[in-house]
């Protein structure tokens, strides 16, 4: 049923924001794929890795992946997308990101711009 593919992506969903979040404060590393230190790409090829889902360890090349979906339909644990960058959607208009060198992996707000792509 519908509501249970629901429940079950939601969970799923659960999942993906507290691997993420468990990378909290995670230093930023260009090239790195964790687990201690991620880059953009880095960081949500780690995470989705976990639930199977293989990406390649580059932003313009995961921003093909999945189905797009419009930001009124953007749900937790879909990746969002800018030029040049990705991060995974937190829900309530937040992101979770491994921004950049000098920085660590932090939730901020929602790029403005960003799209969206669901991966499960």
Known sequence: SV???????SAVADKI???????LGSPYVFGSTGPYSFDCSG???????????????SSAAQ????RPVSRSEA???DLVVM????GIYAGN???????????????VPLWTGASFRRLI
């Open 83 to 86: 030029p040049g960058h990705v």
């Open 63 to 66: 921003a093909r992946y999945g």
């Open 93 to 107: 208009g937040m992101v979770t990101h491994a921004p950049k060198p000098g920085q660590s992996v932090t939730t």
């Open 17 to 23: 924001i507290s691997i993420g979040k468990s990378k």
């Open 3 to 9: 509501a249970k593919q629901d429940e079950k992506g």
């Open 43 to 57: 960081f949500t090829s780690y995470v989705f890795r976990k639930f199977g889902i293989s990406l390649p360890h």
């Open 75 to 77: 749900k937790p644990g």
